[in-house]
């Protein structure tokens, strides 16, 4: 089983343990890509009101496990902005092993 434990500060990647084959890193830097030729199926970012107002968001693989929580934003298109700036510089996102 591996853990991939990741913090970036304004957005937190929760550990998530794969029981099944090694991954390996996308150029996402934390959505897996099974080496064999199981069917990928693609991740959602959910948006949402918390309890305390705030707009929020979380990332979710195929799967439905939460991969990743935002910080709380005032406003839904602050939230928004958010997204789009996870999916802009995701994509190749260094991986810096801090462990």
Do not use: C
Request: proline fraction near 5%; aromatic fraction near 8%; glycine fraction near 10%.
């Amino acid at each position: 089983m591996i853990q991939t434990p990741l913090n970036t500060g304004k957005l937190e990647l929760l550990p998530v343990a794969y029981t099944s084959e090694q991954p390996r890193l996308s150029g996402h830097g934390f959505a897996p890509m099974w080496a064999s030729t199981e069917r990928i199926v693609a991740g959602k970012f959910e948006l949402y009101k918390s309890p305390n107002g705030e707009f929020r968001f979380r990332l979710k693989a195929g799967n439905g496990e939460i991969i990743a929580t935002s910080e709380g934003y005032t406003s839904r298109a602050g939230a928004k902005n958010g997204i789009e700036s996870v999916k802009m510089n995701a994509e190749d996102a260094e991986v810096v092993d801090l462990s």
